[in-house]
């Protein structure tokens, strides 16, 4: 397994600084706790894509998994700007935005482990993660097609004439789907209050994105559409969460969707069957010493003296021990019922079209 955010490599390096003037409007918007918890947040999320990793290799965990590690602040910024009524869909690079939105980590590991008390029964796995009562409608597998259904869930909300808005993520290889630009085409026209967020984390599978993109500027793949875009700092907590705050206030307010090209990192492979022999070592090792957004986040904290280290290493054994629980819980949890294995395939027809 990579090392985590603890070690930096051989030479020391000071990472680089979050963006002090956001930072501070931040900290007086939300106050000292708020910025704490998002601090949890993330290292939860550090600690459970590790124990993810391990419980794959020993094959608790089958099928697809996809780590979210390195993209921390991107789901936890864009979920602290979201609104109780807004919609939350993404990729199947789920892990992340389900613990951001709230999920349960018992839950979501179970769901990896593909046992009964999982959010989707044990029946989905890692890249079906779902939970109706926060409004998370899922990650998604087939690259891009959530982009559209983003758009009916952000056309749904101006139907109802709710005020609130569609969160989409998708990463720098759903970009040039075709289905992605039809909904940004409609979004525009149609003045929906869709919030697309680009996870830009440099590679689709094992393709980096300057050899599959005409451009690396991928706030410009909005402009044909008219759509509002920006480029956003992905590895800064408060500069992601200032981003969308804005971009969720102009869909609400002004009817304009928008276009988030946000620049971020993965640090292991495309799924834990990918060793990544695209990239160096050195290329990882270099975003990590000077980009990861834990460690710019912490070194922030303490120099303004809102929390001490001794309080930060309480968070991280506090996090690791609930990753821990949340492991023996899917571990002891029972795999779903022979009998659930045709239910959920089938409606109920009629009485369920009634
Ligand atoms: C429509 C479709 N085409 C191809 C695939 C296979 N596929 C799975 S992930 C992936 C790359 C996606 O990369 P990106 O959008 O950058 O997301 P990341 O894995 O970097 O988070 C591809 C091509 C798929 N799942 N769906
Ligand atoms: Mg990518």
């Known amino acids: 397994m ?27 918007e939300l106050g000292d706790d708020a910025i704490v918890e998002m601090l949890r947040k993330m290292v939860l999320i550090r600690r459970f894509e590790e124990h993810a990793g391990r419980s794959y290799q020993r094959r608790k965990i089958r099928g697809f998994c996809h780590l979210y590690s390195g993209q921390e602040a991107v789901a936890v910024g864009s979920l602290k700007a979201a609104g109780d009524d807004d919609y939350i869909i993404g990729h199947y690079r789920d892990h992340g935005h389900a613990l951001a939105a709230g999920m349960e980590p018992n839950v979501v590991m179970a769901e990896l482990f593909g046992k ?26 087939i690259v891009g097609g959530q982009i559209p259904l983003g758009a009916g869930l952000a056309f749904a909300l101006n139907y109802r004439g709710d005020e609130a808005a569609c969160l989409a993520y998708l990463g720098d290889g759903a970009i040039h789907q075709g289905v992605v630009h039809e909904a940004l085409n409609m979004a525009s026209l149609w003045e929906l ?30 402009d044909s559409h008219q759509i509002y875009s920006e480029v ?13 705050r804005r971009a969720r206030k102009r869909a609400i307010e002004d009817d304009e969707p928008s276009w988030l090209h946000v620049q971020t990192y993965r640090y292991y492979g495309h799924s834990m069957t990918d060793p990544a022999p695209y990239r ?13 957004p834990i460690v710019r986040l912490r070194e ?3 120099a303004e003296d ?5 309080e930060i290493d309480a968070i991280d054994d506090e996090m690791e021990a609930l990753v821990k629980e949340s492991i ?8 779903p019922d022979l009998s659930e294995l045709t239910t959920n395939v089938y409606i109920d027809w009629p009485a369920e079209i009634d």
């Open 193 to 222: 209050p869709l919030v697309t967020i680009v996870e830009n984390n440099q590679y689709a599978m094992g393709t980096a994105v300057e050899r599959v993109s005409s451009t690396t500027a991928l706030e410009k793949k909005a």
């Open 280 to 292: 160096g070592k050195d290329e990882v090792n270099q975003q990590r010493d000077l980009r990861d």
């Open 232 to 244: 956003v700092d992905g590895q800064d907590l408060f500069q992601v969460y200032d981003a969308v």
């Open 306 to 310: 809102i929390v001490t280290q001794d």
């Open 300 to 302: 922030w904290i303490i």
């Open 328 to 335: 023996e819980f899917a571990d002891s949890s029972d795999f």
């Open 2 to 28: 990579a090392k985590n955010e603890n070690e930096s490599s051989e030479d020391h390096v000071e990472p680089e600084e979050l963006d002090a003037e956001c930072a501070a409007q931040v900290r007086e």
């Open 116 to 141: 009964a008390p999982g959010c989707a029964g044990g029946k989905g796995g890692s890249m079906h993660l779902y939970d109706v009562e926060r409004n998370f409608m899922g990650g998604w597998g």
